[in-house]
């Protein structure tokens, strides 16, 4: 099973750099971390948690009209890897089918 595209790339990436270049930037990822929409405020109830995460994750997918999917999270700016990681994702995966 190969990865989409854009996620390849961040994985081809991260391949090519020394730890501390990763380290920074996984935090550089984290410093982009998109903000919840507003629309997903106020009907938080509706994102699924990450229960065997120790930061309290949730998500929710959304998916579009051309059968994307967007990515949402919510994780406490406390958690910059965990939202370094989300974002991760979210650049790599948002749009894919």
């Given at each position: 099973m190969s990865l989409p595209t854009k996620l390849q790339e961040i994985v081809d990436?991260?391949?090519s750099m020394t730890r501390e270049e990763k380290l920074e930037t996984l935090i550089a990822y984290a410093e982009s971390f998109p903000p919840l929409?507003?629309?997903?405020?106020?009907?938080?109830?509706?994102?699924?948690?990450?229960?065997?995460?120790?930061?309290?994750?949730?998500?929710?997918?959304?998916?579009q009209p051309d059968g994307g999917i967007?990515?949402?999270?919510?994780?406490?700016?406390?958690?910059?890897?965990?939202?370094?990681?989300?974002?991760?994702l979210t650049n790599g995966l948002n749009g894919c089918t």
């Open positions: 990436d991260f391949a929409p507003d629309w997903l405020k106020e009907e938080r109830a509706k994102m699924e948690p990450v229960p065997e995460c120790m930061t309290p994750v949730f998500l929710f997918g959304e998916k967007l990515f949402h999270f919510d994780i406490p700016p406390q958690s910059p890897t965990v939202r370094g990681l989300a974002s991760i």
